[in-house]
């Protein structure tokens, strides 16, 4: 099973800063199968990146992803206000499926 | 436009049974994966089980093997998940999510809103 890392825990910033999460996966993951979600209180997760850099529909440029192997980011460029939740990476290049216990964004 | 309703939560004593439905509509669900994905409160995200789009294809987290069983039944366009023998520790919020196809994998494209399980005496 290949588990998840993410740092920091939290991260504490203001609108317009630049985010910057990390994902540290114990093995490689094969063919970037490596998502990226954000979730807010009480609502279910959304998608925002898939295979490690590729945005999903309707997700604004201001976030990106990248890595490969074992190390990943999740960069959101200028912070908006709707953008504080938790994100969460997700490996699924094998028959178990395996979330990171996520990175909360808060306020500064 | 695309939509996933769990349902079936509740309140169920421990070591009761549960069965959980997640009717989906506005795509062709058998050409689609599905997962359950489970969050206790306050917790993260936990993927339980995955069923390939012919139900050929059937697996689970550790964590609940032999407790949990997913099916699906495409005429219904609906998958399930009934739980059995209950502990508190799975009082949670259970969601379904559709695997959309990459490669050779699946990542979780939509979600449902999530239906709450509470395990209590």
């Known amino acids: 099973e290949i588990v998840l890392t993410q740092s920091p825990g939290t991260l504490s910033l203001s609108p317009g800063e630049r985010a910057t999460l990390s994902c540290r996966a114990s093995h490689n993951i094969n063919n970037n199968y490596l998502g990226w979600y954000q979730q807010k209180p009480g609502q279910a997760p959304r998608l925002l990146i898939y295979?490690?850099?590729n945005r999903a529909s309707g997700i604004p440029d201001r976030f990106s992803g990248s890595g490969s192997g074992t190390d990943f980011t999740l960069t959101i460029s200028r912070l908006e206000p709707g953008d504080f939740a938790v994100y969460y990476c997700?490996?699924?290049?094998?028959?178990?499926?395996?979330f990171g216990p996520g990175t909360k964004v808060d306020i500064k | 436009e695309v939509q996933l309703v769990e349902s079936g939560g509740g309140l169920v004593q421990p070591g009761g049974s549960l069965k959980l439905s997640c009717a989906a509509s506005?795509?062709?669900?058998?050409?689609?994966?599905m997962n359950w994905v489970r969050q206790a409160p306050g917790k993260g995200l936990e993927w339980l089980s995955y069923?390939?789009?012919?139900?050929?294809?059937?697996y689970y987290a550790d964590s609940v093997k032999g407790r949990f069983t997913m099916s699906r039944d495409n005429a219904k366009n609906s998958v399930s998940l009934q739980i059995n023998s209950l502990r508190a520790e799975d009082t949670a919020v259970y969601y379904c999510a559709r695997g959309f196809l990459h490669v050779l994998w699946a990542y979780f494209d939509q979600w449902g809103q999530g239906t709450l399980v509470t395990v209590s005496s």
């Open positions: 997700q490996q699924y290049g094998s028959a178990i499926f395996t």
């Open positions: 069923i390939s789009g012919d139900s050929v294809s059937i």
């Open positions: 506005g795509f062709i669900f058998s050409s689609y994966s």
């Open positions: 295979g490690a850099s």
